[in-house]
């Protein structure tokens, strides 16, 4: 299975039709998973609104993938946006990739300053929050920020992670080089 992992849509929805536009063909078949990392539709009270800010449309979309999406709660989101999903909202997920543990969470309650317990060499920890790619090795740990989707600094753009298989590679939208780009092995 491939999974293809974002965060930080903060209710624009340029850079999340773009991705949905390049994958689609994969989610129909069944072949691939959506992993959002929470801060879905709301762009929180420190950060810009971003220009094209639809949060019933990201919904909207959203909906349309249900079948094929795991989403994880970030700290922008609360109880009323699951009144408009149609998908579950976990508080964090993980799932065995091959020998590996892959473990889905939001920045705020893990990332390599504030690693997960019970995580062995291998493993690798996915999270959002901090809107910018980044990738750190802790104790034998990949540490993962996918970056964002909807709000991101401006010298890095809209980024998400793929996971396929034992190799893991965060890319930007626009269709660039890959950031980051490693084997679980």
Known sequence: MKYYIFSDIHGATSNLNALLDKIGDELK???AKLVLLGDIYNHGPRNPIPEDYAPMKVAET????KEALIAVKGNCDSEVDEMISEFKIYAGYSTT???HCAVFTHGHKCNPD??????SSGDVVFYG????AAHRLVEGVHYVCVGALGI?????????AVLDGKHVAVLPVDGSEPLISF???
């Open 29 to 31: 078949g069944g072949t």
């Open 62 to 65: 959203l909906n349309n993938y």
């Open 97 to 99: 990739v091959g020998r």
């Open 114 to 119: 504030l690693p997960r317990d019970g995580l």
């Open 129 to 132: 929050h901090f809107h910018r």
């Open 152 to 160: 991101y600094p401006h010298d890095a753009g809209a980024s998400y």
């Open 183 to 185: 084997d679980l092995e």
